[in-house]
Nanobody, 120 residues
Framework: QVQLVESGGGSVQAGGSLRLSCAAS????????IGWYRQAPAKQRELVAT???????NYADSVKGRFTISRENAKNTMYLQMNSLKPEDTAVYYC??????????????WGQGTQVTVSS
């Protein structure tokens, strides 16, 4: 079983910055892809950014140029640096990881979420 714990959320004014962290623990053999998703009130959960074990990144158009995703493979930890925040970035941010707990066993885990609130 793999657990993900997010941290770093909070409240900030528009134009400000926050850094989210996601730490994975448990029986981890490897994490192929890890990423951030967000869900605003009355909206569907959407992709924010993902990063592969090789460092390839993918961003939602709405955050390109403002957010940067990174990971430390040795620590099974991922980060999301969020700059130039806008009120529309307000949401609960979730960490998701896809990987393996063994040669033949995969996993998909979600974190519990962390609230990000951006005021105008």
């Amino acid at each position: 079983q793999v657990q993900l714990v997010e941290s770093g959320g909070g409240s900030v004014q528009a134009g400000g910055s926050l850094r989210l962290s996601c730490a994975a623990s448990g029986s981890i053999f490897s994490i192929a892809v890890i990423g951030w998703y967000r869900q605003a009130p009355a909206k569907q959960r959407e992709l924010v950014a993902t990063i592969t074990i090789g460092g390839n990144t993918n961003y939602a158009d709405s955050v390109k140029g403002r957010f940067t995703i990174s990971r430390e493979n040795a620590k099974n930890t991922m980060y999301l640096q969020m700059n130039s925040l806008k009120p529309e970035d307000t949401a609960v941010y979730y960490c998701k990881a896809d990987g393996r707990t063994g040669w033949n066993t995969g996993f998909r885990s979600w974190g519990q979420g962390t609230q990000v609130t951006v005021s105008s």
